[in-house]
């Protein structure tokens, strides 16, 4: 009894030895090396009006490293592209409603990693068409 009870034992501490190697070897390969520049971005709707949508792109690069921006719509024509290395970057892009944008994808890439990020933004246009019925007593 003993001798079972001592084998399950050294049986269960090695499981557990090499599951906790195992977990703790996926932690390290699933964390990303150093800060990339492209995670600090955001994408915001700023503004719609009758004829124009607007979205502003931000990005904090502290390091002020090389990055690309660029646009492309819901059949992966590049409507813009550009590079630039500002340390507080801050863009809005304006958009004419009357094209019927539907999807756009904005991709962020750091030249010096090539780590991107993506945004895909849908735009979806509804007509509301409200109608009271109201009932005169005579």
Do not use: W
């Not at 955001?42 to 990005?59: E, P, R």
């Not at 895909?120 to 109608?131: A, F, G, K, P, S």
């Amino acid at each position: 009894m003993k001798k079972q009870i001592l084998r399950s034992l050294k049986i269960f501490v090695k499981g557990s030895f090499l599951a906790l190697m195992l977990t703790c070897n996926v932690y390290a390969v699933a964390q990303p090396f150093g800060d990339p520049i492209v995670k600090t971005a955001s994408v915001k709707h700023i503004s719609t009006t009758n004829d124009k949508i607007v979205f502003q792109l931000s990005l904090d690069n502290e390091t002020g490293e090389k990055f690309t921006v660029s646009i492309k719509d819901l059949v992966g024509n590049t409507l813009f592209q550009d590079t630039y290395s500002e340390k507080k970057f801050d863009k809005k892009f304006v958009f004419d409603k009357s094209e019927n944008i539907g999807k756009l994808t904005f991709v962020l890439r750091s030249l010096k990693d090539n780590q991107t990020q993506v945004f895909e933004i849908n735009t979806v246009t509804r007509v509301v068409e409200n109608v009271d019925v109201t009932v005169k007593k005579l």
